[in-house]
């Protein structure tokens, strides 16, 4: 399971301080991820065992219609979302 603090250091380690963060934890160790960098969000949403959904600058009506792009680790998900913000 990735633990809040686990995806803290992974985003700090990818972004360094360029970038505002929040977590959601929910009760199954989902973790719901928001990076802003300047004008621009990325969500990131998932677990270790079933892998991390992404958009960049989703839309309002974007919110649960789910993520086109996919990654099977969290790390992998931060390297694209952080090639789009940067």
């Given at each position: 399971m990735t633990t809040e603090?686990?995806?803290r250091d992974?985003?700090?380690h990818a972004f360094g301080e360029t970038a505002h963060v929040d977590i959601e934890t929910f009760p199954a160790g989902n973790l719901s991820i928001t990076i802003t960098r300047g004008k621009h969000a990325a969500t990131i949403d998932g677990h270790p065992e079933s892998g991390w959904g992404w958009t960049v600058?989703?839309?309002e009506?974007?919110?649960f219609s789910g993520h086109e792009n996919v990654?099977?680790?969290l790390d992998e998900a931060l390297v694209n979302v952080r090639a789009?913000?940067?």
């Open positions: 603090q686990e995806a992974a985003i700090h600058d989703p839309g009506d974007d919110g990654a099977t680790t789009a913000l940067i």
